[in-house]
């Protein structure tokens, strides 16, 4: 690679394959993702290493597994030790691009440890919610409120202050704003965006056209834990929607809003002339079950809803490919290690140029681990997926998980029936 190649990596954050065309979805919510495909390489079987935000994007900087790096956990329930331990990591991907002379820029609102290695990191200013929610025992404290008393504090919030994340058209400006900085400076650029909007309850989307169905209460009355009851109601307090359709439409018009904006992104990159120079990628951190499971508008949980994700990468000089073989979020560092020609050890990530070149699988397995509860984890193969553990997910306080859990994904794509009986081979897999 040349060092004056732009690199861009877009996270859409909770974003599911299944709403989106290029993956089968009737509706086309993804009309620039498809451009960017339609010259890029689409990856069919991309899995976050973890069903929650902080856990996947560490592994995304560092290309190791969660275990390895330490952040197993979201916010506020790390715990101190996984805090330590991200400060020994081998390898952050922005400190390795400063060294060669690239200007960092962050459009993101998480802060903490991801700002390290960023010449810009735009965080818009806080407001005294999310200073509130920083705080670990205040975040718990919130989240276990009746919902009716959630319902009151969150109004009470909204109307105090402006609201927590910019919008996609916010977010773009701005990124524009910083690349025409770098080209000032004649630096090549490194541009991280978090996009929030696709995350529940949908910040800054426009409510969809109603479809006047109400179905919110039976929804709830079909809810056997008292808890996950109690939790989907601090929900319907967020997005003031009374139908799960409604819901999802929503959740589809962020798509569309997001997917709009990263098509100015691309237009602007194409009419600076820069386009065929950038690396350009776009994934997400985690997915969400919109009413699988019985788990709903949540990423709680390793089933494929929360862990299989989109990933495209347009990378000049390679064609346009679709590819079918495992990959996950650990192999996305090692990826632009190797457009360097440099290789790092100790990294559990693979560079996905050999399989994007020769179309031959650089793994036969991928690693799942819940950010959400104590200590679940998974092991998935393109035919079978074993999920073990058996701890109360932090957000709804109901099991999602108990015991071990096998799938046949041929016979039981859905993972709606448990075959595990006694032992599995795949069991041989976790260290």
């Known amino acids: 690679m040349e060092n004056n190649e732009n690199i861009v990596i877009i996270i859409m954050d909770a974003l599911r394959p299944k709403n989106l065309s290029l993956f ?11 451009k960017i495909a339609e010259e890029g390489i ?13 856990p996947s994007i560490t592994s995304l ?30 390898f952050w991907l922005t400190n390795f691009l400063k060294e ?14 991801f700002k390290e290695g960023f010449d810009y990191y735009g965080e818009r200013k806080e407001a005294f919610y999310k200073k509130f929610t920083k705080n670990t025992i205040a975040r718990k404290i919130l989240l276990n409120m009746p919902s009716w008393a959630y319902k009151f504090g969150k109004g009470f919030v909204k109307k105090k202050n402006e609201s927590l994340f910019p919008s996609a058209k916010e977010m773009v400006d701005l990124a524009i704003y910083q690349l025409k900085e770098s080209k000032k400076l004649n630096k090549p650029s490194f541009l991280f965006m978090h996009f929030e909007d696709t995350h529940f309850p949908y910040p800054n989307v426009p409510n969809p056209e109603l ?14 834990s008292s808890s996950q009851r109690e939790y989907f109601k601090k929900r319907i307090a967020d997005i003031e929607l009374k139908s799960i359709k409604d819901m999802k439409k929503k959740y589809d018009l962020a798509i569309e809003t997001i997917d709009k904006e990263i098509g100015r992104l691309m237009d602007f990159l194409k009419a600076n002339g820069e386009w065929e120079n950038t690396m350009f990628i776009v994934l997400s951190d985690h997915g969400d079950s919109l009413d699988e499971h019985e788990i709903y508008f949540s990423h709680a949980g390793l089933f494929d809803e929360s862990v299989h994700v989109p990933l495209i990468m347009k990378i000049p000089g390679l064609e346009k490919k679709e ?7 650990v192999d996305i560092a090692p990826t632009i290690l190797d ?66 859990e096998e799938y046949d994904l041929e016979r039981d794509p859905k993972e709606l029936n448990n075959i595990y009986s006694e032992k599995s081979e795949l069991e041989g897999y976790f260290k």
Not at 42 to 54: A, I, K, M, Q
Not at 211 to 224: F, V
């Open 24 to 34: 089968g979805y009737e509706k086309e919510t993804d009309k620039n993702l498809k």
């Open 42 to 54: 689409l990856f069919r079987e991309f899995y976050s290493v973890s069903n929650s935000t902080f």
């Open 61 to 90: 900087f560092t290309g190791q597994y969660p275990n390895n790096h330490g952040i197993l956990h979201q916010a506020p329930y790390a715990t101190e030790e996984e805090y330590e331990k991200i400060e020994n990591k081998k």
């Open 100 to 113: 060669k002379g690239y200007r960092n820029i962050a459009i993101d609102w998480v802060g903490l440890w």
């Open 211 to 224: 479809s006047g169905e109400e179905d919110i209460e039976k929804i709830l009355e079909s809810i056997k």
């Open 323 to 329: 590819i079918n073989e495992l990959v996950q979020t």
């Open 339 to 404: 457009r360097f020609g440099e290789k790092m050890k100790g990294l559990d990530g693979k560079s996905l140029l050999p399989l994007i070149k020769s179309g031959k699988a650089i793994r036969n397995k991928v690693f799942l681990f819940d950010g959400l509860a104590e200590n679940i984890k998974a092991v998935r193969t393109k035919k079978r997926k074993l999920i073990v553990g058996d701890s109360k997910c932090n957000l709804c306080k109901s099991n999602h998980h108990t015991g071990k």
